[in-house]
């Protein structure tokens, strides 16, 4: 018998007392079979997290953030995980500004995903409109963190109903299987084709990356379940990119 999945489940409202989202993610965390997995959650509010500074330093050399906070510990969490719940609140229309500095910081993810394989869930509350754009917008992240993204719960004013399994059900469903029976997207395989040209054509650390896992060549990061009309839009659109993309010098 397989040990459980080990999931982390990040609450990025600002708020240290109890919150619609975290009240909403004990009713995620509750419905998951324990023999399936075993979750911990990770609160923003409880930890110090400075705003991205745009150097880049992670970026162009694969070293560490500068700033001492704790955004690398967290990242370091999500990363060593089986697989995620990323919640916030939202705010403005989209989330929270902490759980926003928290993505920032993880600016290298977006160019040498790190969570792949990995199943990804996405949580949102909101007191009145900005749910399906939070939502999307979370979705859009592990996305480009390399996660598989599973199920959308959010809730509001106007639906204050318990969770029940069925929302639940696929994230449960891909913590008990392998990546490869994952059908990813057309939008996930669209966005893979965008990450590998910019990995190919404008970094050399990028590209070292995306070489030594074997994705320069692939159409996803991992075989699995591709309908041939996705495969075939999916190269189509690689090719069609990677000959507009001029390549930075000492990448080529």
Not at 31 to 43: C, T
Not at 71 to 77: D, Q
Not at 101 to 105: E, G, K, V
Not at 170 to 176: A, D, I
């Given at each position: 018998m397989m040990a459980p999945k080990q999931i982390i489940s990040l609450n990025g409202s600002p708020r240290k007392r109890r919150s619609n989202t975290g009240d909403l993610l004990d009713e995620i965390a509750a419905?998951?079979?324990?023999?399936?997995?075993?979750?911990?959650?990770?609160?923003l509010a409880d930890y110090h997290i400075e705003h991205c500074l745009g150097c880049e330093r992670c970026i162009l050399t694969d070293r560490p953030c500068f700033q001492e906070d704790d955004?690398?510990?967290?990242?370091?969490?999500?990363?060593?995980?089986?697989?995620?719940?990323?919640s916030s609140p939202v705010y403005m229309l989209n989330v929270s500004g902490k759980l926003k500095?928290?993505?920032?910081?993880s600016a290298s993810w977006?160019?040498?995903?790190?969570?792949?394989?990995?199943p990804a869930l996405v949580a949102s509350t909101t007191a009145g409109s900005g749910l399906k754009e939070t939502l999307d917008y979370l979705e859009k992240v592990v996305i480009q963190w390399g996660a598989h993204p599973t199920d959308r719960v959010g809730r509001s004013l106007?639906?204050?109903d318990p969770i029940v399994e069925a929302e639940v059900a696929?994230?449960?469903?891909?913590?008990?299987n392998d990546p490869g029976r994952y059908r990813p997207s057309l939008r996930q395989l669209i966005f893979y084709q965008v990450q590998k040209v910019v990995a190919l054509k404008t970094s050399s650390v990028d590209r070292a990356y995306w070489e030594a896992r074997g994705w320069d060549e692939a159409l996803y990061y991992h075989p699995c379940r591709i309908p041939l009309v996705k495969r075939a839009i999916a190269r189509g659109f690689y090719w069609m990119l990677y000959r507009r993309v001029e390549p930075v010098r000492g990448t080529a």
């Open positions: 419905l998951i079979p324990p023999d399936v997995a075993q979750v911990s959650r990770l609160s955004a690398e510990w967290i990242l370091g969490r999500i990363r060593d995980a089986d697989g995620l719940i990323l500095s928290l993505i920032d910081r977006f160019h040498r995903p790190t969570l792949v394989g990995k106007t639906r204050a696929s994230f449960v469903w891909h913590l008990r």
